[in-house]
């Protein structure tokens, strides 16, 4: 049962370069989303889709964009990346509201020079 | 103001001891709320739901106090692997099922 899963674990980047990180859920759930956490932050809502085709901006999202490839899918690319967007990654996904819990993956470490 | 507001500690504590975590939320129209464990470099994992009268499960306790938008979180006869960083967390009950996470509150335990 693999849950949500992401790729890659690690990235090494430098400013200016671009890169996409991969998350899929087989949990059959409607709502995912993409989060950073960066120390002392705590958890900080990057983009989400509530169902299939849908995207809504959270609460840091310039300097990302998010694709809600099908159902099981959903990606985060950095177009150029900053120094300042070195953080760990954490995608999620929800059946619903309510007392549903949220799944996550294992996390992707970026870092940016 | 954070919707969801945490006391960061770090709770260091013995083996054996009880310790109470608290936390606040600032919207009325919140719904759920949830404890979430995260281990240090791990992704965070459900801890419990908290149900609208307060929920037990094994040495944890969770209390929901909706006139004052508190949560409380006790744990008794700490382990050495309670040691974690706890967050607070509270759902709107909107359909986009988003949802809004603490800081989080560093717990030590030692022998």
């Known amino acids: 049962n693999a849950g949500v899963t992401q790729t890659p674990k690690f990235q090494v980047l430098k400013t200016g370069q671009s890169m996409t990180l991969q998350c899929a859920q087989d949990?059959?759930?409607?709502?995912m989303y993409w989060y950073r956490q960066d120390p002392g932050m705590g958890l900080r809502l990057i983009y989400y889709?509530?169902?299939?085709?849908?995207?809504d901006k959270g609460e840091v999202p310039n300097g990302y964009n998010v694709s809600r490839l099908n159902k099981r899918e959903f990606s985060l690319r950095l177009e150029s990346a900053a120094p300042s967007q070195t953080s760990v990654y954490f995608c999620?996904?929800?059946?619903?509201?309510?007392?549903?819990?949220?799944?996550f993956g294992p996390g992707t470490r970026l870092t940016v020079t | 103001r954070k919707e969801v507001e945490q006391d960061p500690g770090p709770f260091n504590v013995p083996e054996g001891a009880t310790v109470a975590f608290n936390c606040t939320y600032s919207?009325?129209?919140?719904?759920?709320f949830f404890w979430y464990r995260q281990d240090c470099r791990k992704e965070p994992k459900l801890l419990m739901s908290?149900?609208?009268s307060g929920n037990e499960d094994g040495r944890f306790t969770a209390q929901l106090n909706r006139a004052s938008q508190y949560i409380s979180l006790l744990i008794r006869d700490s382990k050495l692997s309670d040691s974690a960083t706890y967050l607070c967390?509270?759902?709107?009950?909107?359909?986009?099922?988003?949802?809004?996470f603490g800081r989080g509150t560093q717990l030590t335990v030692w022998p």
């Open positions: 999620a996904s929800r059946p619903g509201q309510g007392l549903y819990e949220q799944y």
């Open positions: 949990m059959n759930h409607n709502s």
């Open positions: 889709s509530a169902s299939e085709g849908t995207t």
């Open positions: 919207n009325s129209a919140s719904q759920s």
């Open positions: 908290v149900y609208s």
């Open positions: 967390v509270s759902d709107r009950g909107s359909t986009l099922g988003r949802l809004y």
